[in-house]
């Protein structure tokens, strides 16, 4: 691999880590509050006007807590079952976890588990609601079709997004909004908008901090951009978790930005 120097990236700064981490956690949690709130104000008023005013405070007392729950534990094996994820160990995928042993030492962030999508597709999400509790997900086509040093630059941003733990409102978001695309497509931006895919290009650039080498993340996200999205076992609930995949819109800026470091 080519080394080249580059700047300090502020991104992965020590100070500015531990207040990124705490924000994306409360973004977290007022995700899955709000999901719980607007439900049991629905659920409690049905039910208030067809028993008693009484049973739906109950009921909207008991919705809030058990979509609050769902939403904070629930989630990320959610997300694992609706995309048909299966995990890989290091005998079935030995270079991704040689990967993202070498990257997580370098940045510092407990090593995710590795899954697997079958299809062909590139393309990669990761899913969690804490760094600690973090799943790196994979198509079969991105690990069977990108070089060594483009796995490792993908796999290097999606680790970035872990240690930054933007992960964990991504991932709540799949209760709440994601549900919400199901049965409303147009819907689906919002939960991307909620959860911060604004900044896949500062984690481009601190990905590349940690690899030296911006070719190889502008030769990955070329390859995404001209592939379509993975295949999942249901197209309806595939909407519920689209905003964890690579967004196509703003690959060509993110290339751009790339390309002139």
């Not at 008991?62 to 694992?80: E, F, H, K, Q, R």
């Not at 689906?188 to 911060?196: H, K, R």
């Not at 999942?232 to 800026?253: C, K, M, Q, S, Y």
Request: with cysteine; charged share 15%; proline share 7%.
């Amino acid at each position: 691999m080519t080394a080249k120097s580059h700047a300090p990236v502020n991104y992965l700064a020590p100070a500015r880590m531990g207040s990124r981490v705490t924000a994306n956690r409360n973004r977290g949690l007022a995700l899955a509050l709000a999901t719980a709130v607007a439900l049991a104000v629905v659920l409690g008023a049905a039910v208030g006007a067809g028993v008693s005013r009484w049973a739906g405070l109950a009921a909207g007392v008991g919705a809030t807590v058990t979509v609050v729950a769902v939403a904070w534990w629930a989630s990320a094996p959610l997300v694992l079952a609706v995309s048909g994820a299966r995990a890989a160990s290091p005998l079935d995928q030995p270079r991704a976890h040689n990967l993202l042993d070498a990257i997580c030492a370098g940045a510092g962030v407990v090593k995710p588990g590795l899954a697997v999508v079958d299809h062909p597709s590139i393309d990669l999400m990761a899913v969690g609601r804490s760094p600690a509790r973090a799943t790196v997900v994979a198509t079969s086509g991105l690990l069977a079709q990108l070089t060594l040093v483009e796995m490792e630059a993908v796999l290097a941003h999606q680790v970035v997004r872990i240690k930054a733990n933007q992960i964990c409102p991504a991932t709540v978001a799949v209760v709440g909004l994601g549900s919400l695309a199901v049965l409303v497509p147009r819907a689906g931006g919002l939960a991307a908008w909620a959860t911060g895919h604004g900044s896949e290009s500062s984690a481009d650039v601190a990905a590349v901090a940690l690899t030296r080498y911006p070719p190889a993340m502008v030769s990955a996200l070329e390859k995404v951009l001209e592939g379509p999205g993975p295949a999942v076992p249901n197209p309806t609930t595939a909407r519920a978790i689209d905003h964890l995949w690579t967004p196509r819109r703003g690959l060509e800026d993110r290339i751009r930005v790339l390309r002139e470091l």
